[in-house]
């Protein structure tokens, strides 16, 4: 016969907080059933059980309320118990005179960096530069007033980004995409259809020298299936094959007068 | 015929030993063997192609000349004969020689008008080289669209 979960709890001496833990409940929830202001959820009643040693069905889904237990009472929500925000902060000057503000001492000021030797990859990126805007290391050092072997980092950076922005200004040849074609085997797919549909009969030459012929009745992007003359069906495996074609059609001979 | 194509051949006729086989047989690194057979561009280098030629037993020019003659080097040449309308000559695997109008071309066959009645379908696998050929761009990995692998 089922019982109450506050029954059953109290049969094996554990707290509800000790039960919620055990089935992974909240325990305002595990509150809330023993009180039997909610009923059991049957996802819930299975780790319930589990947390008593008990059968789902020794667990009343709806427990009554404890006799002489007040009702339980529901928690407020959050947002009106939140504290109201606290007083702003005393400025230093507010500050109690026996207190001590500990002061940061100040940051001492930066002279500058010292000065890097230029990165490989700004060397590789400058020379790639050059090459591109078809300019020598010379007439870039012209145009510098100062020899490239003198810049730093920051000035080689510098350097990088102007020629940056004038190659950009600088029409660029048109480069040549890949040559793809619509999709791998889209025309011979296309073209295979056709013949399947219109029955035509394909002569097809293998890389052994041999030749097939036959009607198309099916294709796959690596064979070709063929009725022949006899009616046999022959699957060619598109490896096999060097090319074929449509056999053109001998002439009808004219009727001997 | 390409490198690849043709040591996806070698291989088909080594009973279907994988790539990964090959590899652990071979000093080739890992993924290159995967690489030379199925990628359009040629690759692998002197060394990849002369391990090759040892491990199956060919000759090392057969291998890299085909090296020479890879697939997208063909896509180039048939891009270009369909764009500019001009007869281009195949020379296939079984010495057969057509010279045709590229009608219509994709990853796995060429259609030739050979001023027949019916366009030649050739299989680009079968195709051992072609004329004219075109200047080898460089085949860099920006053009690389074709390697769908």
């Known amino acids: 016969m089922a019982e109450n979960l506050w029954f059953l709890r109290e049969q094996k001496k554990i707290s509800v907080a000790t039960l919620a833990s055990r089935a992974g409940l909240p325990i305002g929830l595990v509150m809330e059933y023993e009180s039997g202001q909610r009923s059991i959820d049957r996802r819930h009643l299975a780790r319930l059980a589990r947390a008593l040693y008990v059968e789902e069905s020794d667990i009343k889904l709806q427990s009554d309320p404890r006799p002489g237990a007040a009702p339980l009472e529901r928690q407020p929500p959050r947002e009106a118990v939140r504290p109201v925000p606290a007083a702003p902060q005393p400025t230093p000057a507010a500050q109690p005179a026996g207190r001590k503000i500990r002061e940061r001492p100040p940051r001492p000021k930066t002279v500058g960096r010292p000065s890097l030797p230029p990165r490989p990859s700004q060397l590789a990126h400058l020379e790639n530069l050059l090459k591109r805007l078809n300019k020598t290391a010379a007439e870039l050092e012209a145009e510098l007033g100062k020899p490239l072997a003198g810049l730093d980092r920051r000035a080689l950076s510098a350097v990088l980004h102007d020629l940056q922005t004038k190659l950009k200004s600088v029409p660029q040849p048109v480069r040549h995409r890949a040559y793809l074609p619509e999709a791998v085997d889209e025309f011979e797919a296309r073209y295979l259809t056709a013949a399947q549909a219109a029955g035509d009969r394909l002569q097809f030459t293998l890389f052994d020298g041999s030749t097939v012929e036959g009607q198309v009745i099916g294709f796959s992007p690596y064979s070709i299936t063929v009725r022949n003359a006899d009616g046999a069906e022959i699957t060619l495996n598109k490896l096999a094959l060097v090319s074929y074609t449509r056999p053109v059609a001998a002439p009808a001979q004219e009727p001997a007068p | ?149």
Do not use: C
């Not at chain 2, 990964?20 to 057979?37: D, N, V």
């Not at chain 2, 019916?118 to 990995?141: K, M, N, S, T, Y």
């Open chain 2, 1 to 149: 015929m390409s490198l690849g194509d043709y040591l996806r051949l070698l291989r088909a006729k080594r009973g279907g030993v994988t790539p990964w086989e090959i590899e652990a047989a071979t000093a080739l690194p890992k993924g290159l063997y995967r690489q030379m057979e199925q990628r359009y561009r040629a690759m692998g280098d002197e060394e990849a192609i002369r391990i090759l030629a040892d491990y199956y037993g060919v000759p090392y020019e057969e291998l890299r000349w085909r090296h020479d003659w890879s697939r997208k080097a063909l896509s180039r040449t048939l891009f270009a004969a369909s764009l500019e309308q001009r007869p281009l000559t195949l020379y296939l695997w079984n010495g057969q020689v057509v010279t045709g109008r590229v009608l219509w071309w994709d990853l796995g066959a060429v259609a030739l008008d050979m001023g027949a009645a019916e366009p030649l379908i050739v299989q680009r696998h079968a195709v051992e080289r072609w004329a004219p050929r075109l200047d080898a761009a460089a085949d860099d990995g920006e053009d690389d669209d074709e390697d769908a692998d």
